[in-house]
């Protein structure tokens, strides 16, 4: 996989015109992600526009509720042919396992391929002191991803999301064909934000990354175009 098609680029964004703005000021991004604000905002009409693009597409719903709920969800989310989809671990085992079968069925409904559906272990956002304070989780931070990522993968699920500090150690447990998606991304020119457990792309690619969210440090840049290219660029050396 190139470099460049490791990078996913989040739409977050208020409302469809914006959307249709940066997408068409980053052409080179083939992997869109369409989140709770963009999605709430314009429903799927933003899905067909970027389908229309050839895009691929993670919707970033990270579906959170009982088991009912959540399959019907994920089948109705399967049927626009989206690439990625997601879901809370802590929904727990029964939920997982009915939505690994309700994205089957949605596909199957609309004759599309299903969507890899993958789990968040814990929020970038979360640190370890407040996944223990404020969580009242008695792990540690990495035994806690881990076991997130473990539950995800003995229900079916194809992957994981997870902070790049995680990352390899998933990658070595979880073994190779488990996909492996890393937000909280930051180039060591770039504003770390509100991302707790972070690392620069060509670490998080190192650590076993299958593909990496990289947002703000691109799409809130003066030149989100030369933001895209440097982090493209820098990945192409590390990776030779």
């Known amino acids: 996989m190139n470099p460049e098609q490791r990078i996913i680029v989040p739409l977050d964004v208020p409302d469809i015109a914006s959307a249709i703005a940066l997408v068409e000021r980053l052409p080179q991004v083939t992997f869109w992600k369409v989140g709770l604000e963009l999605f709430t905002s314009t429903g799927p009409s ?24 959540v399959a019907g969800a994920c089948q109705a989310a399967a049927r626009y042919g989206v690439d990625l989809l997601t879901i809370h671990s802590t929904t727990g ?82 073994g190779d064909n488990f996909l492996l998606v890393c937000p909280g991304v930051r180039p060591t020119w770039a504003d770390k934000g509100d991302q707790k457990r972070s690392l620069t792309p060509s670490q998080a690619i190192q650590a076993g990354a299958d593909y990496l969210v990289i947002g703000r440090p691109i799409t809130s840049a003066a030149e989100p175009e030369l933001a895209w290219k440097r982090i493209c660029e820098e990945l192409a050396e590390n990776s030779q």
Not at 46 to 68: A, G, T, V, Y
Not at 109 to 131: D, E
Not at 144 to 154: F, G, H, I, P, R
């Open 93 to 174: 085992k029964d939920a997982l396992k009915a939505a690994t079968e309700a994205i089957q069925t949605g596909a199957a409904q609309t004759s599309v391929k299903p969507p890899k559906l993958i789990a968040i272990t814990l929020l970038t956002s979360i640190s370890a002191r407040q996944l223990a304070f404020d969580l009242k989780i008695p792990l540690e931070l990495p035994e806690y991803a881990l076991s997130m990522a473990l539950l995800a993968q003995e229900t079916g699920l194809d992957g994981a999301v997870c902070s790049p500090q995680e990352v390899a150690q998933l990658r070595q447990t979880c």
């Open 46 to 69: 933003i899905l067909e526009i970027l389908k229309s693009r050839q895009k691929q597409i993670f919707l970033d719903l990270k579906f959170h509720d009982i088991p009912n709920t």
